[in-house]
């Protein structure tokens, strides 16, 4: 019942969704099911929410390192929440749309979510000169290869690129960088990408069937979950 | 209000901006206003763009439409979801978890298969030699590029080829294959620093433009 219930659902589910692209009379279902995925999704987001509110009180309450911040964290999603669901400050009536202008969870989400998150994100360009300072290593061959499409890239998006190669006779135009840049990515970059693109494509396609077939079970855990 | 929300955001960018010196208390409040803000902010946008429009315009249609009472079965599977907070009866959760896994193997098979592989092979095939439209002369330059990107992806598919050992003229294709798909991380390197850069100038900018007024 623990195991094999979820094996028939996969398998049923799978084989529905892959024959509702040849059988015309199926497309219906195909399409609720894909509605159904998307529904059980939001539940599974409200899971992960519960999950964070759960993991904060328990290390709240056990006085756990740190637990002071789960405070800050839980008062920042309580505070979100009850903006977006009661749609306070909102302009119009209560039907009108959760982003308006004016409202606080538009307010919070322009001050606080996206300053943060645009923040976080360019801290990283700090820690990717580490990265790049090992990167950029000429140890070997490949690693050549990468120094080089990486520095022409750089090179090739800023304006002392374009400085750096304007010598260079319009005859011989493709060896700018800019010029060069364009072509690594029109040329051996999109093969590289090609070829990993379509490898991603046929092991989806292998470990989709693995998973309808039933072969492939570690997504549900141990039996005594 | 404006003015308000200026000074939140330029705090804030100061306070994740505190971590390039070490690890520290104003930073970790940042941290947890953005754990928990994000949060609330997906399950916001979930509430409101799945479950509002999807399931409950879906049941309780407004325009005169007939209801698809079939969604019931979806929002059933999803309150067994919330079962997995349960000790006892969490395993029942396992059922909308295999709806989810069946799904997306359902959907992305076929998806991948049409987009991912058949789209890509029949790109790369397509038009090696290059002419001109006007004197059906053949294009060299783009010939040769053209003819580069299907020896770089047929070497990388050789590369990610495991059921055979890489060695001999297996091996040197799969060498050729490993040359290409460096150049291809080595442009995707050099793009990701560009964005964290561009990402960087910009709160640079907020903070001097927006929030000092230094720059005009």
Known sequence: MKRLVPLIITFVVGTVLILSVFIPPMEGLGENFTLFFDIIAVFAFFLGGGNLVRVHFQKMS??????????????GFFVMLAAGLFKIGNPGDIASSVTADGSLFQAIYRSVFVPLSSTMYALLAFFVASASYRAFRAKNREATLLLVAAFIILLGSTPFGTMLTSWVPESWSIFQIPNLAVWLMSSPNLAGQRAIIIGIGLGVVSISLRLILGLERTYLGDDNA | MELFGIWVAALLTLGIFSFL?????VYKICESIFIGVSAGYWAIANFFDALHKKFWVGVFPTDGSDPNYMLWFGALLGVLMLLRLSSKIGWIARWPLAFIVGATAGLYMMLYFVSNAMNQVASTMR???????????????????????VIGVVSGLVYFFFSKEHKGVFGYTARVGIWFLMITFGAHFGYTVMSRMSLLIGRIDFLFRDWLHLLN
């Open chain 2, 127 to 149: 038009d090696v030699i290059v002419t001109s439209p006007e004197t059906h002369l053949i294009m060299w330059g783009e010939t040769i590029g053209s003819i580069l990107i």
């Open chain 1, 62 to 75: 056990r006085k756990s390192d740190d637990w002071e911040f789960s405070i800050v964290t839980l008062v």
């Open chain 2, 21 to 25: 010196y070490k690890d520290n208390p």
